[in-house]
């Protein structure tokens, strides 16, 4: 059984695909063992992204572990991941439009074998973990995103995700509201909000959450999906750029889902069937 759908897993790979460059064979003989197809590597790689299971489980005879931990680290190097979730949110603003006058931000997962990005984290009796800053439209659709340890206060986090963000959808409007939770109820926040001419809903430290959630229920939902993926859930990779791989690899998954349930109404050609459910 797949592990995902053929409408989220087809036009993914169309793309990852075309952004590949062409394998060159630099081997003096040529008699050694045929490359491996990325087709095949890539489906292992999705297969580990959403269950979070290690290399040496999903390996068989078709492909073994040590080829997608080299493919995995080479796709990285290129930032192919960063690319596929770019063309996905471009995908998404020319067929439903992204609303970028609202902004919303903040997760801290675990990393058990730690990492360039590691750190303690304060909500897990001092274990591994990691943060990750993800920048969302008004809908959810994710934008920005910055990995840092957990240990990392959440302010200094703000301006690297909206350069994020703002190199995937380009120009930002006049007027943008950014909605932020307690954790970036500081000075240097809104010194960074007031430079950038952005206004900012921030929730005040020592009142309750609930009643001051305003619109960043968006950006949890981003969150929970994301944290849908094994391999976010539960980080185990220790080079920074494989992180951050995976990362965006997951939240072009999740504007492509999100492409697909809102477009799929819009688009529809007479009678043509609806898209079976995405689970």
């Given at each position: 059984?797949?592990?995902?759908?053929?409408?989220?897993?087809?036009p993914?790979?169309?793309?990852?695909?075309?952004?590949?460059?062409?394998?060159?064979?630099?081997?003096?003989?040529?008699?050694?063992?045929?490359?491996?197809?990325?087709?095949?590597?890539?489906?292992?790689?999705?297969?580990a992204?959403?269950?979070?299971?290690?290399?040496?489980?999903?390996?068989?005879r078709?492909?073994?572990?040590?080829?997608?931990?080299r493919?995995?680290?080479?796709?990285?190097?290129l930032?192919?991941?960063?690319?596929?979730?770019g063309?996905?949110?471009?995908?998404?603003?020319?067929?439903?439009?992204?609303?970028?006058?609202?902004?919303s931000?903040?997760?801290?997962?675990?990393?058990?074998?730690?990492?360039?990005?590691?750190g303690?984290?304060?909500?897990?009796?001092?274990?591994?973990?990691?943060?990750?800053?993800?920048?969302?439209?008004?809908?959810?659709?994710?934008?920005?995103?910055?990995?840092?340890?957990?240990?990392r206060?959440?302010?200094?986090?703000?301006?690297?995700?909206?350069?994020?963000?703002?190199?995937?959808?380009?120009?930002?409007?006049?007027?943008?509201?950014?909605?932020?939770?307690?954790?970036?109820?500081?000075?240097?926040?809104?010194?960074?909000l007031e430079?950038?001419?952005?206004?900012?809903e921030?929730?005040?430290?020592?009142?309750?959450?609930?009643?001051?959630?305003?619109?960043?229920?968006v950006?949890?939902?981003?969150?929970?999906?994301?944290?849908?993926?094994?391999?976010?859930?539960?980080?185990?990779?220790?080079?920074?750029?494989?992180?951050?791989?995976?990362?965006?690899?997951?939240?072009?998954?999740?504007?492509?889902?999100?492409?697909?349930?809102?477009?799929?109404?819009?688009?529809?050609v007479?009678?043509?069937?609806a898209?079976?459910?995405?689970?």
């Amino acid at each position: 059984m797949p592990v995902l759908p053929s409408c989220l897993l087809e036009p993914l790979w169309d793309q990852f695909a075309a952004l590949l460059p062409e394998h060159v064979d630099t081997h003096p003989l040529g008699c050694h063992n045929p490359r491996i197809p990325d087709r095949i590597v890539f489906e292992r790689v999705i297969a580990a992204l959403v269950h979070g299971s290690g290399y040496e489980r999903i390996a068989d005879r078709q492909c073994s572990d040590r080829t997608i931990r080299r493919r995995v680290k080479y796709w990285s190097q290129l930032g192919m991941a960063e690319q596929v979730h770019g063309l996905a949110v471009q995908a998404y603003d020319r067929m439903i439009g992204l609303q970028l006058h609202e902004l919303s931000f903040g997760c801290i997962t675990k990393a058990p074998c730690g990492g360039e990005r590691a750190g303690r984290s304060p909500v897990d009796r001092g274990k591994q973990g990691l943060k990750r800053s993800v920048a969302t439209e008004a809908r959810g659709v994710p934008m920005g995103l910055v990995s840092a340890g957990a240990n990392r206060h959440d302010s200094p986090l703000l301006v690297p995700t909206l350069e994020a963000a703002k190199k995937q959808v380009g120009v930002f409007p006049e007027q943008v509201n950014v909605n932020l939770d307690r954790g970036y109820d500081s000075g240097k926040t809104r010194a960074a909000l007031e430079e950038l001419g952005f206004t900012g809903e921030i929730a005040r430290k020592g009142l309750p959450a609930p009643i001051q959630a305003g619109k960043r229920w968006v950006v949890e939902r981003s969150h929970a999906w994301m944290n849908g993926f094994g391999k976010l859930r539960r980080c185990t990779e220790k080079r920074q750029c494989v992180g951050d791989f995976y990362l965006y690899l997951s939240a072009a998954m999740v504007t492509l889902r999100m492409l697909i349930r809102r477009a799929t109404p819009l688009y529809r050609v007479g009678r043509r069937p609806a898209t079976k459910r995405l689970e």
